[in-house]
């Protein structure tokens, strides 16, 4: 584990490379929905990849989301927060018709090279949630919002925005696969991550380093030292379904870590698996 100095060094050596996230003087203060476009820098996402592995990460998550949508039977599928594609990959291998969409060009560009280093090729799309139908057309059988991903919203106007233009992005009975930390859990108890290592591999420490209301900071260290943060609204579990049933969606049933029945707290990430009809 490297001291602090050492940390502010890497710090400082990756700020000289343009690599470094700006929060600005005070962190906790950073709630703009815009902002995960500056917390995705190069130095976060290559060095997230280089560490997921993303075996260890398959394995955890087993056949869910490719069972859940072969028991629908979906087959297109729009990933709107693709990051470095592993979900497209994995669900592109599965036979489906995977299109691969994120606001963020940097991770865009890198799931592309994720794919064809594995002989893939994906349909990717350079888009934002809340103007998602202005960029990509046709409709869908399954939406697919993964890795902790929705809680970048800060603005409840834009939940509602982006929730509307996935709703109008699948057909007349499509799904919306999303999931999220269980912040209830965090909020209300505190940390205790004991499957800290299933989204990110054994080498990354992710902990809440400040956390309120409307504003979970978490902290990412790795191995060599260096330290991202990304700022994020917690999400609560209730609201969150809610807010799916007031878009339209008829149905919306949450699975904790993957199991239909969990006690409140227990889970560390919930799945919302809401329906059209
Ligand atoms: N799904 C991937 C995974 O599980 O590895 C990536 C998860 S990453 C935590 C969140 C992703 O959501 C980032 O790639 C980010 O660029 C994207 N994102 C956040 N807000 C967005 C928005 N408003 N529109 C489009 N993409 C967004």
């Given at each position: 584990?490297?001291?602090?100095?050492?940390?502010?060094a890497?710090?400082?050596?990756?700020?000289?490379?343009?690599?470094?996230?700006?929060?600005?003087?005070?962190?906790?203060e950073?709630?703009?929905?815009?902002?995960?476009q500056?917390?995705?820098?190069?130095?976060?996402?290559?060095?997230?990849?280089?560490?997921?592995?993303?075996?260890?990460r398959?394995q955890?998550?087993?056949q869910?989301?490719?069972?859940?949508?072969?028991?629908?039977?979906?087959?297109?599928?729009l990933d709107?927060?693709c990051?470095?594609?592993?979900?497209?990959?994995?669900?592109?291998?599965?036979?489906?018709d995977?299109?691969?969409?994120?606001?963020?060009?940097?991770?865009?560009?890198?799931?592309?090279?994720n794919?064809?280093?594995?002989g893939?090729?994906?349909?990717?799309?350079?888009?934002?949630?809340?103007?998602?139908?202005?960029?990509i057309?046709?409709?869908?059988?399954a939406?697919?919002?993964?890795?902790?991903?929705f809680t970048?919203?800060?603005?409840?106007?834009?939940?509602r925005?982006?929730?509307?233009?996935?709703?109008?992005?699948l057909?007349?009975?499509?799904?919306?696969?999303?999931?999220?930390?269980?912040?209830?859990?965090?909020?209300?108890?505190?940390?205790?991550s004991k499957?800290?290592?299933?989204?990110?591999?054994?080498?990354?420490t992710?902990?809440?380093?400040?956390?309120?209301?409307?504003?979970a900071?978490?902290?990412?260290?790795?191995?060599?030292?260096?330290?991202?943060?990304?700022?994020?609204?917690?999400?609560?579990?209730?609201?969150?379904?809610?807010?799916?049933?007031?878009?339209?969606?008829?149905k919306?049933?949450?699975y904790?870590?993957?199991?239909?029945?969990?006690?409140?707290?227990?889970?560390d990430?919930?799945?919302?698996?809401?329906?059209?009809t």
């Amino acid at each position: 584990m490297a001291s602090n100095q050492e940390t502010t060094a890497i710090a400082e050596k990756e700020s000289k490379d343009g690599a470094t996230q700006d929060f600005g003087d005070n962190p906790i203060e950073v709630r703009e929905t815009d902002h995960y476009q500056e917390e995705y820098v190069h130095g976060f996402v290559d060095k997230w990849d280089e560490l997921i592995d993303w075996d260890a990460r398959a394995q955890s998550e087993g056949q869910f989301f490719i069972d859940m949508l072969k028991a629908r039977g979906k087959k297109t599928v729009l990933d709107v927060a693709c990051g470095t594609g592993f979900h497209s990959v994995q669900l592109l291998k599965a036979g489906f018709d995977v299109t691969s969409v994120d606001g963020s060009a940097e991770m865009v560009t890198k799931a592309f090279e994720n794919a064809r280093k594995r002989g893939l090729v994906l349909k990717t799309a350079h888009a934002d949630w809340r103007w998602l139908n202005r960029d990509i057309h046709g409709k869908f059988d399954a939406i697919i919002c993964l890795g902790n991903s929705f809680t970048h919203l800060f603005k409840e106007s834009d939940r509602r925005r982006a929730l509307a233009e996935f709703y109008a992005a699948l057909k007349h009975d499509g799904v919306l696969i999303l999931d999220q930390r269980n912040y209830d859990a965090i909020l209300d108890v505190g940390f205790d991550s004991k499957h800290k290592y299933y989204y990110c591999g054994d080498q990354v420490t992710a902990e809440p380093e400040h956390m309120d209301n409307s504003l979970a900071r978490f902290r990412y260290t790795f191995p060599d030292g260096s330290v991202y943060h990304l700022n994020m609204f917690p999400l609560r579990r209730a609201y969150m379904r809610n807010l799916m049933k007031e878009v339209g969606f008829q149905k919306v049933n949450t699975y904790g870590d993957f199991q239909e029945t969990f006690d409140d707290h227990d889970p560390d990430f919930l799945v919302h698996i809401a329906d059209k009809t």
